[in-house]
């Protein structure tokens, strides 16, 4: 590859980063965190999450003094039996699937926008601010449009009790009711069935 042009070398550098962030993951593996992930399961929705949200998280199972005792008891054991391109390629898998989106229902989903879009008090800023208006999520800042409800609510109680460790969420989550959390699930989340009769 001595001869080849600087354009060239280029080029196959980036076909092969390419490749390699394409590749498609062990359809085991898949299947296995679709059982608790996917339209069927009632753990935590991946699909359209951020790529490097999901990859950061995944890689945070491996430290159980940062998660709650069910997300290490879940997690643990996979977390740390794959290699980093593995991780990689479920990553990307889940990041490029089509995201759920949010079903606002409830008489609670207008004080949860309010919060959303204003937070919840002057040490409390609105969610949006790292989230994204639309609840999207962006880089290592996870998608909370269209969650699961009961993953919402499960998740800020445990940053409020220190279950789940967060530098920004731990003492955002502090100062806030179980009301609240409801109200932000409310707005948020989207646990209607569809079509099919799953719960997308």
Not at 26 to 42: R, T
Not at 65 to 80: E, G, I
Not at 119 to 141: D, F, M
Request: charged content about 20%.
């Amino acid at each position: 590859m001595a001869g080849l042009p600087k354009a060239t070398l280029v080029g196959i550098i980036l076909c092969a980063a390419a490749s390699a962030a394409s590749a498609a993951p062990d359809p085991a593996l898949v299947s296995k965190c679709e059982a608790c992930h996917g339209e069927a399961g009632e753990g935590p929705r991946l699909n359209g999450q951020p790529e490097a949200y999901l990859l950061q998280r995944f890689k945070a199972f491996a430290d159980p003094t940062r998660n709650t005792p069910h997300a290490t008891f879940q997690m643990w054991q996979t977390s740390t039996s794959v290699n980093d391109r593995t991780a990689e390629e479920i990553a990307h898998y889940f990041a490029s699937q089509a995201p759920t989106p949010a079903a606002p229902g409830g008489t609670a989903a207008a004080e949860g926008e309010r919060i959303y879009r204003q937070g919840a008090g002057p040490e409390t800023p609105p969610c949006q601010q790292c989230h994204g208006a639309a609840g999207e999520g962006s880089g290592s800042v996870p998608r909370l449009a269209g969650q699961r409800a009961a993953y919402l609510e499960s998740q800020m109680s445990a940053f409020m009790l220190g279950l789940r460790v967060s530098a920004t969420m731990n003492k955002h989550a502090w100062r806030m009711s179980s009301d609240q959390f409801k109200a932000i699930s409310a707005y948020l989340a989207n646990d209607r069935p569809s079509q099919d009769g799953l719960r997308r």
